[in-house]
């Protein structure tokens, strides 16, 4: 008897974790319309300007536009949109490009001029819009633009695109940082404000999240040992260098150890993490690995073998049995009544049926035999036993079959045709050979039962 392989979508997104992600994406964009919004509201009212804090007020006009630009954009270029609303979408992503485009060349715009005339031109060279973010820009409405392409080309633009903005990102937003903490080497100085930096992290996140739907980064997505494993690799793999020279900078600092063991000091924390994250690993992969065996071993509706893990399961146990020169029998069941139910009843009734027949068996049998569905309404079990022992449970299994339907109030009666055959270590029977005897007594019993109904 031949059972239709399953296959199983490794490949295909997991939706629990889409849901996650748009979770995410929509926090990271109200945030970003949030801070826009508060430094276009404090250029234009000054009680604004002065109930923040000046720190969240640096965003320049052109950088302020950029984001309000690029945040709608991704507000309208949602899956589910209106063709129209996608349409303005996709304007607006070439519109944030344009205007980063525009900036980077002619960095003396109206906006410049429009910041002065807000402030009573008293506003410095320094607080000027960033070629970094400029150019940051640019990429992002690029990436938003082809954020849902399935062309190949446009697709690989879309991912290299994607790439660079990302390493863009990290490079400022790592420099700003450490800039902050005063580790030596870096600066401040040159980037990007603190507002826009956030805003450019908040809308490179989402274009990623949205951007792995379809592109090469859809990995994350997945829903096999591949998706798994870079969800959880990839934030230690991004924070682990930033946290190892922010450990570095305290250790200097702080003078915790000299100076000389800095370096390898900080180089056998960073063995011990990934050692230690290599573990993880390989207890996750181990783990998915064994649910994957179980998988193609066991049959989905009842949890029992299916007719491969019995077949090998059971060939265990029988070659066992042998040599210990032990007696080893197989059981064969059937279901009488299967039809009639899925008729009478539909299909999920059953469903059910197969299930309570199947959680009879275990609890009828032992933990060492090996119990199976073979296909259909025929079950199987296999183990250690003799034709007295055999004779015990097929009883106890057919009065548990006879109260389960009582207690239930079925229409119809658990009803099973039962069949025994039995070898031991002197015989040179296979254990094919010994499954079909079995398979053939099942059916004299349930002939048997047949002739008996029509007389």
């Known amino acids: 008897m031949q059972i239709e392989a399953t296959t199983f979508p490794v490949l295909e997104p997991n939706q629990n974790v889409l849901n996650r992600a748009y979770f995410i994406e929509q926090i990271c964009l109200v945030l970003a319309i949030q801070i826009v919004l508060i430094n276009l509201f404090a250029r234009v009212f000054v009680v604004v300007n002065n109930l ?4 969240l007020l640096q965003m320049h006009s052109t950088s302020a536009l950029a984001v309000l630009c690029a945040t709608v954009s991704l507000f309208f270029t949602e899956a589910g949109r209106s063709k129209r609303l996608r349409g303005i979408g996709k304007i607006l992503a070439a519109l944030t490009s344009m205007i980063a485009a525009a900036t980077s060349w002619t960095p003396v715009l109206v906006f410049w001029q429009f ?3 807000l402030h009573g031109n008293q506003i410095d060279a320094t607080q000027s819009p960033s070629h970094i973010s400029a150019f940051a820009f640019l990429l992002l409405g690029i990436v938003i633009l082809l954020v849902r392409s399935r062309d190949s080309l446009f697709s690989r633009i879309a991912d290299v695109g994607a790439t660079v903005l990302v390493l863009l990102v ?6 700003f940082l450490f800039g902050m903490a005063h580790i030596p080497g870096s600066s401040t100085v040159g980037l990007p404000s603190f507002p826009t930096i956030i805003c450019l992290t908040l809308l490179t996140a989402v274009s990623i999240l949205r951007r792995a739907e379809h592109g090469v980064f859809s990995v994350f997505f997945g829903d096999g040992i591949g998706g798994r494993t870079a969800r959880i690799l990839t934030p230690v793999l991004l924070l682990l260098p930033f946290l190892r020279e922010l450990g570095r900078a305290r250790l200097l600092n ?3 150890v000299p100076t000389h063991y800095a370096t390898a000091v900080l180089s056998s924390v960073a063995t011990i993490i990934a050692f230690v ?4 690993l390989v207890r996750l992969i181990n783990r998915m690995q064994n649910e994957i065996h179980d998988l193609t071993l066991r049959d989905e509706l009842t949890g029992l073998y299916n007719f491969r893990g019995f077949n090998l399961f059971a060939d265990q146990a029988f070659r066992l049995a042998r040599s210990a020169r032990i007696p080893f029998g197989v059981l064969f069941i059937d279901m009488d009544n299967l039809k009639v139910i899925n008729d009478e009843l539909g299909h999920s009734a059953g469903s059910v049926s197969l299930v309570e027949t199947a959680k009879l068996l275990n609890t009828t049998f032992r933990e060492t035999d090996v119990i199976g569905r073979l ?6 079990v296999a183990g250690q036993f003799d034709s007295r022992e055999i004779a015990v449970a097929i009883e106890r299994l057919r009065s548990s079959a006879a109260a389960k339907s009582q207690m239930a109030g079925s229409r119809f009666l658990l009803s099973l045709s039962m069949g025994f055959a039995a070898t ?3 015989s040179d029977e296979s254990l094919k050979s010994v499954v079909a005897r079995a398979d053939k007594a099942m059916y004299k019993e ?5 002739r008996m109904a029509l007389v």
Not at 52 to 55: E, M
Not at 170 to 175: G, Q
Not at 375 to 380: A, L, S
Not at 446 to 450: P, V, Y
């Open 277 to 280: 994250l290599l573990l993880f």
């Open 424 to 426: 031991d270590h002197s």
């Open 446 to 450: 349930k002939r048997a039962k047949k």
């Open 254 to 256: 702080a003078q915790l």
């Open 170 to 175: 990290l490079i400022v937003l790592s420099e």
């Open 52 to 55: 923040l804090p000046a720190g």
């Open 375 to 380: 296909g259909g309404d025929e079950f199987v």
């Open 115 to 117: 910041d002065k005339f």
